[in-house]
């Protein structure tokens, strides 16, 4: 049975039948045992317990003194009785800490934004009014859509910021990008997809969503100028056309217009990933794929970059003909996303603090990359890694010399200085010869933190 305890603590006891004094120390020492009553918890007077059971005093007086001579309680004089240091969960009921390795001094990890500078403050407003203003009837089950509210706060966002053309009704809130590629990919599996290209190179974990449905995975190359479209033939792609993820050029305007070009003709699907398009340094961003056809492209953003990925939003504007599969699977994988989230979110866009926070990180970012450069550029000539890409997101790649170090000799000397990078090897869908590279996320050191990790991480690339 459970009981209320007067501390207004409730507790479960396990007895059968009537508790007499035995069963109700039985019940406590199992209590303490488990953790339930961690040490130093202050467990209710005698009177109260009593009440609330519905016994004798004398009963829970008994049981008291009995587990204060075992040594399961302190009782003090004047004081509320408390569970003891010594006895408390000597079995725990958590599993045991995870061997972990030591995280490294200096984090340059890709796909991470400054997560110290969340604007918590903004966002702390952005949840108070969500909080205040939401009705009732809103804490319901929603709509596995998501929120209209975010939905149409991103309609407008998506149109003003990333030239997409969609509306509330074609949106879907998920949990992170991860989410909506895994919702698509079974979409697509039940309409009978049993192929998709992806870029190569590409994230190895992504790829493995569809994968892992059954789906084969195909790589195609990517050059200067971005995935070759020659080379595409599935009747679904999955693109990084602002900013290819993880070698950092832009697809042409030739290409964007083959891409897209070959999707209407074949009624393909091209699956637009535009995880960091909100940070272009160098110019105004180029506007979305997705605007050259909405009715052909699945498009997919994500407060992963510009918030945090804790937050796990990400949105799908999509194509009429996928809105109700995808709802559908949405709906089956645990119904919408969080409600308060996504309301702090909506006001965060709808109040401009979102804007003010891109614009924001994106000046410090840009000064970042600045300054990694001037590194780069003041090493030693020889074995010098080569920057690739455009000016923009939130990493960069180096092309490694082939007459230099490898890969794999980066990551040692990474390793030792205690600086924590990828190489490019794993993103390649089959393993083998590839240009060497070293994928640098120069967002996630903290602020204050940036110059001395970037002294390490110019030791590490310095032969
Ligand atoms: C290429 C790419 N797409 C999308 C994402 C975002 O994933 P999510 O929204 O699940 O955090 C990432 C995150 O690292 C990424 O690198």
């Given at each position: 049975m459970t009981v209320g305890w007067s501390t207004s603590l409730d507790l479960h006891l396990d007895w059968v039948g009537r508790p007499d004094s035995r069963k109700l120390a039985e019940a406590l020492r199992t209590a303490i045992r488990d953790g339930r009553l961690p040490a130093g918890s202050r467990i209710p007077s005698t009177r109260a317990l009593a009440q609330d059971l519905g016994v004798a005093r004398g009963t829970v007086t008994r049981a008291y003194n009995q587990l204060v001579t075992e040594g399961f309680l302190l009782a003090r004089q004047g004081a509320a009785t408390t569970v003891a240091e010594r006895l408390a969960s000597p079995h725990p009921v958590t599993a045991p800490p995870r061997p972990q390795t030591p995280a490294a001094r200096w984090d340059f990890r890709?796909?991470?934004?400054?997560?110290?500078?969340?604007p918590r403050r903004d966002w702390l407003a952005a949840s108070r009014r969500a909080l205040q203003t939401t009705p009732p009837g809103d804490l319901d089950y929603g709509d596995p859509q998501g929120h209209p509210a975010l939905r149409e706060a991103l309609a407008d966002y998506l149109a003003r910021v990333r030239a997409v053309a969609t509306a509330p009704e074609r949106i879907i809130i998920c949990n992170g990008y991860t989410q909506a590629l895994s919702l698509l990919s079974k979409a697509l599996h039940d309409q009978g997809l049993d192929v998709i290209d992806f870029e190569d190179p590409s994230l190895p974990h992504l790829r493995d969503i569809p994968a892992r449905l059954g789906v084969a995975v195909r790589g195609v190359p990517v050059d200067c100028e971005g995935i070759d479209v020659a080379q595409q033939h599935s009747r679904a792609v999955v693109v990084?056309?602002?900013?290819?993820?993880?070698?950092?050029i832009t697809m042409s305007s030739a290409r964007r217009m083959e891409l897209v070009q070959l999707a209407k003709a074949e009624d393909r699907l091209i699956i637009e990933d535009d995880y960091d398009g909100e940070f272009r340094f160098d110019r105004q961003p180029i506007g979305s794929l997705?605007?050259?056809?909405p009715n052909h492209i699945a498009y997919a953003g994500t407060a992963s970059k510009t918030l945090a990925p804790a937050l796990r939003l990400a949105w799908l504007a999509l194509p009429p003909q996928l809105v109700e599969p995808v709802r559908t699977l949405k709906e089956h994988s645990g119904l919408h996303a969080p409600l308060f989230e996504q309301l702090a979110m909506a006001e965060l866009i709808r109040s401009g603090a979102y804007d003010q926070h891109v614009r924001r990180s994106r000046a410090v970012y840009r000064r970042r990359r600045e300054l990694l450069r001037d590194a780069l550029g003041s090493m030693r000539a020889n074995h010098r890694p080569y920057p690739a890409g455009i000016s923009a997101g939130l990493h960069i790649t180096l092309q490694l010399d082939p007459e230099g170090p490898t890969e794999r000799e980066v990551l040692v000397r990474a390793r030792k200085h205690s600086v924590e990078l990828e190489v490019?090897?794993?993103?390649?869908?089959?393993?083998?010869?590839h240009p060497p590279g070293v994928v640098i996320g120069y967002a996630a050191p903290a602020e204050h933190a940036f110059r001395p990790a970037l002294e390490a991480l110019v030791t590490v690339l310095q032969r």
């Open positions: 890709p796909g991470r934004p400054d997560l110290s500078s969340f990084t056309p602002a900013h290819q993820f993880p070698l950092g997705q605007g050259m056809a490019l090897g794993p993103y390649w869908t089959v393993p083998g010869e």
